[in-house]
């Protein structure tokens, strides 16, 4: 069964840091490219993040530069999401997506920046 689980998500204070994971399943996850993109209430989804297949030059929406790294681990087949200083404004269900032929997008985690 080809799948993406995210998890990781929940309520934090501005400045602090969460760790999204993404865990796939059912397809050859190495090859695959991996994305984070974030669906805000009210607003259209976007792309955060995306990492190639090779991991290498990930590449970063402007608003979250500096402030969010990801990275994957092909042997787990998990690609994970570091979000640290974060914003009111980063608050958004977060979607991880698997590129190659098709795509293949996860359920969604819930990220709430709030005092």
């Known amino acids: 069964q080809v799948q993406l689980v995210e998890s990781g998500g929940g309520l934090v204070q501005p400045g602090g840091s969460l760790r999204l994971s993404c865990a796939a399943s059912?397809?050859?996850?190495?090859?695959?490219?991996m994305s984070w993109y974030r669906q805000a209430p009210g607003k259209e989804r976007e792309l955060v993040a995306v990492?190639?297949?090779?991991?290498?030059?990930?590449n970063y929406a402007d608003s979250v530069k500096g402030r969010f790294t990801i990275s994957r681990d092909n042997a787990k087949n998990t690609v994970y999401l570091q979000m640290n200083s974060l914003k009111p404004e980063d608050t958004a269900v977060y979607y991880c997506?698997?590129?190659?032929?098709?795509?293949?997008w996860g359920q969604g985690t819930l990220v709430t920046v709030s005092s």
């Open positions: 997506k698997a590129m190659r032929y098709l795509e293949i």
């Open positions: 059912g397809f050859t996850f190495s090859a695959y490219a």
């Open positions: 990492i190639f297949s090779g991991g290498g030059n990930p």
